[in-house]
């Protein structure tokens, strides 16, 4: 591996000097987590257990990119090193340091060729989408050929194929999908009126090793789409099935006991004007999950995940308000009467309100307002446990309630120097119906911000937050100050303390203390605390983390 | 992962710090393909790319700052703003209801699977970038406040 990073250095040597004499571009960007995990008698389990590290105590994940562009090529290389292991509860596949991406790329108006390891999406990519997440180790990438078309300046047709990255590997399966996009506004020369339409086809053709197979070793999906605008008001559609495959309830578990087609419908309509916007979506799922290989489905790591499913629920930025998230629950589990999943049904609401300047609520520097409800159930129907195992849904019906989320922040400019930010949440989680386990999570959230401005670039940061929960770890209290020394500099400590747990020795202290400095494109942060086990969330797709307790370092940097 | 950052310092050494604007696709609120580059290159004209997302604290704090400066600002120096939206499928329709309730007055784009992003090697948001003839001529990477007073002084020697 030595090597291969050497002669990558020697081998960009020409091209760097070579870059900064014509119009070429070199860019890349490096970044690095890095953890000491460390023993912590105080950080106490479940079960009085303190808080031991795992082997390898001193991990990090590792990424370089670089990139290099002429005229109508470019090439890219991503290497990623795990040492000496990846950071807790990552992808075990991540496992070494080696050349993860690779392409090459050549671009015109009209036509887009890449080959090697490419992300895409169709659509909002309920069928389809490959990304990078790096603090989630999610990449999806595909590995193969994609071709982006434009015939005509209203026409967009994408083709791709390829195997998808798992850890340093690729699958076996292979991936084939189409995307056509017809942009009507430009074809028909609207004014004020937008209107667009698209669809997909995605195949995911993986060999199955059964005697007797009830399902095709390639299964089909489809997908049509339509969006549109007129002025302040916009609306869009889109609507996708997946032909009958077998459903995998237990990871690994591929069998013929139930066989099944999947659908989505995605629902978005709003209104917006300045100082005001109202924006709503209605979504179903039955049987969505999509993996490149069957079995993947149920893995712990994200991994091989063909589409995506983010919940539709508003991304909270308070401490607090993260601790019981919702996850999409886009697939099937029949497992007792009282635990029956075959999808999800529900909506979102947003409300976004600016109080002008010098009203009576605006005050001299205005208020803003926003408002979030999402309120997610279980699909009903009637559900067949046992011999043979099936179910049929209703189309619109509400079964039983996986989560809800109503929330109010209001933020106000007081005067050049001061800022305040005030927020209520309001959840409630059913904790059997979406992890399996059991109970049902009522909670409160009220969280409290300040900010003060003691020069133009010095400032410090509070904020209180409070959670009064029913169930569980019951009450937490959590308080933040961040201060801003300079444009280079902050600082911060933070705790969230679980007093309201029943067990004694578990009313833990989650505290942590850092420190970052930034300059130009680099950034490195330096802390030292615990991390609160549990889901760390990114877009609506989350990672489970245990608890632990150590020194963070994290660098990143662009050219 | 001594090579890693040998090799980083040894690029880092041997760049340029003016480096030219990717070529990627984006497409604006109304569903338009907008071109990183050829959309906005007109001549000497200062343009400040501001990569954000709606579920981004710090990005709003200094969007908001940004839009309530922008009138003083441009007595002094022209420029444009373009705030770029990373948002995914998930929160990508919060982006025109929150922008309008906000009243801001930039141009939004959207890097939907975040290629934009990904072809600078950007992080995190918030993270702003000033471009002048297509060339990136100053980085900041974070928003702390006060970093708006920074970005303004250097707008204005760049002008």
């Known amino acids: ?161 390829g195997q998808q990255r798992t850890g340093f590997d690729v699958t076996d399966s292979k991936i084939y999908g ?84 999947g659908s989505a419908l995605l629902l978005n309509t709003g209104y917006s004007k300045k100082g005001f916007g109202i924006d709503a979506t209605f979504r179903r799922l039955e049987n969505m999950s999509f993996f490149s290989e069957r079995g993947a489905k149920g893995n712990d790591f994200n991994d091989r995940l063909m589409n995506f499913i983010p919940s539709l629920t508003k991304q909270q930025h308070y401490n607090l308000a993260n601790i019981y998230v919702y996850q999409a629950q886009p697939g099937v589990f029949l497992a007792d009467e009282d635990l ?21 609520l605006g005050g001299k520097n205005g208020m803003k307002v926003a408002l979030n409800m999402s309120s997610w159930n279980a699909l009903s129907g009637t559900f067949y446990i ?43 989680y059913n904790k059997q119906m979406v992890e399996g386990t059991d109970g049902v999570v009522y909670s409160d959230i009220v969280a409290a911000e300040a900010t003060y401005k003691f020069t133009a670039t010095k400032s410090i940061r509070v904020v209180g937050e409070h959670m009064w929960a029913n169930y569980e770890k019951k009450n937490w209290a959590s308080a933040t100050v ?78 | 992962m001594k090579n890693f950052i040998f090799c980083l310092l040894f690029i880092g050494i041997n760049l340029n710090a003016q480096s030219n604007l990717p070529n990627v696709p984006l497409t604006n609120l109304e569903g338009k393909k907008v071109s990183s580059t050829a959309d906005f290159s007109e001549k000497d004209q200062l343009y400040v790319f501001s990569f954000w997302a709606t579920w981004c604290t710090p990005c709003i704090s200094e969007l908001d700052e940004i839009n309530d400066l922008m009138p003083e600002w441009k007595k002094e120096v022209d420029f444009k703003m373009v705030a770029v939206s990373i948002d995914d499928s998930r929160t990508q329709k919060r982006v025109k209801p929150l922008i309008n309730g906000k009243g801001w007055e930039f141009d939004i784009l959207l890097d939907s699977n975040q290629d934009f992003k990904r072809a600078l090697s950007i992080v995190n948001v918030p993270y702003t970038i000033v471009v002048k003839n297509n060339k990136i001529v100053h980085v900041q990477n974070g928003y702390v406040p006060g970093n708006e007073v920074e970005l303004l002084e250097k707008l204005k020697s760049l002008k």
């Open chain 1, 1 to 161: 591996m030595k090597k291969v990073v050497r002669l990558i250095c020697l081998s960009l040597l020409p091209v760097l000097s070579f870059s900064q004499q014509n119009n070429s571009v070199f860019s890349g960007g490096f970044e690095s987590n890095a953890q000491w995990y460390l023993n912590d008698k105080g950080l106490k389990d479940e079960f009085n257990n303190p808080t031991s590290h795992p082997e390898d105590p001193l991990r990090s994940n590792n990424y370089l990119f670089v990139n290099y562009a002429y005229k109508n090529w470019s090439f890219g290389i991503q290497g990623e090193s795990y040492v000496q292991n990846a950071l807790l509860n990552m992808n075990p596949k991540y496992n070494e340091t080696n050349v993860a991406t690779y392409f090459a790329r050549y671009k015109t108006e009209k036509i887009d060729i890449t080959a090697g390891y490419y992300y895409e999406q169709f659509g909002s990519g309920l069928l389809l989408r490959s990304w990078e997440d790096r603090a989630l180790g999610i990449n999806n990438a595909l590995r193969g050929v994609r071709i982006i078309f434009k015939p005509l300046d209203f026409i967009t047709l994408k083709s791709v194929y």
């Open chain 1, 178 to 261: 189409l995307d056509l996009e017809f942009d009507l506004k430009t074809a028909f020369k609207f004014q004020t009126s937008d209107l667009t339409v698209g669809f997909s086809y995605v195949g995911r053709d993986e060999e199955v090793d059964l005697p007797v197979q009830d399902f095709e070793d390639l299964t089909n999906a489809f997908a049509g789409r339509v969006s549109f605008s007129h002025n302040a008001f916009y609306v869009s559609s889109e609507m996708n099935y997946k032909a009958k495959d077998a459903v995998v309830q237990v990871n690994n578990q591929v069998n013929n006991r139930l066989v099944k087609p």
């Open chain 1, 340 to 360: 029956v999943k075959a999808g999800e049904i529900g909506g979102q609401l947003d409300l976004f309100y600016d109080f002008k300047k010098g009203t009576a």
């Open chain 1, 386 to 428: 046992f011999n043979p195992q099936d179910y049929q849904t209703d189309f619109f019906s509400f079964g039983k309630r996986y989560y809800t989320d109503f929330n109010v922040e209001i933020t106000k400019k007081w005067n050049n120097k001061w800022q305040s930010a005030f927020s209520y949440i309001n959840q409630y």
């Open chain 1, 482 to 559: 961040e201060f801003n020394l300079n444009s280079k500099f902050s600082f911060y400590a933070v705790d969230l303390y679980n007093y309201g747990n029943e067990l004694e020795y578990q009313r833990n202290h989650y505290y942590n203390f850092g420190g970052s400095f930034r300059k130009k494109s680099t950034r490195v942060a330096l802390s030292y605390g615990r991390q609160r086990g549990g889901l760390v969330c990114v877009g609506g797709v989350c990672r489970n983390v245990p608890e632990s307790s150590g020194i963070s370092l994290s660098l990143n940097t662009s050219f």
